[in-house]
């Protein structure tokens, strides 16, 4: 089973990653900014297997990798081919929504060396996650 959660952009605004400041700095492109998550639950249960995330202008898929080598949940991450931004990301063993912080912080700390927009998905999605029930919209 899934379902579709629309993201508030104006409740998303806060959280969207950016270095430096207005005249020196570094920000998110509104086109990395997910509108969307589909959520695959396991049917019967709260449990999600997979988040999907849905983006202005689409993306073309660049392969799947393990966030880390961490199994509490293990997370398979699909970025897109140009930008590195998070696709999807599958559960192994399926996680609840109150496991989302948790996930957040592995997704906030990893390795610096990934480019800035793929870093600043990172961050967004991390922020999504973490701040789960201020960004979805009233369904």
């Known amino acids: 089973m899934s379902q579709t959660i629309y993201l508030d952009p104006e409740r998303t605004a806060v959280y969207e990653p950016r270095e430096g400041d207005d005249r020196n700095g570094s920000w998110i492109s509104p086109s990395n900014v997910p509108i969307a998550v589909n959520v695959g639950q ?15 202008g689409g993306e073309t898929d660049g392969g799947s990798r393990p966030l880390d080598g961490h199994s509490d949940p293990s997370i398979l991450i ?21 496991d989302f912080p948790r996930i957040a912080d592995r997704l906030a700390n990893y390795p610096s060396s990934l480019a800035l927009s793929a870093r600043f998905s990172h961050e967004m999605v991390a922020n999504i996650l973490r701040y789960w029930s201020d960004v979805k919209r009233s369904l």
């Open 42 to 56: 396991v049917v019967g249960t709260a449990e999600i297997g997979v988040l999907i995330f849905e983006y202005r």
């Open 78 to 98: 699909k970025a897109g081919r140009f930008s590195g931004k998070i696709l999807e990301m599958k559960f192994q063993p399926p996680v609840v929504a109150t």
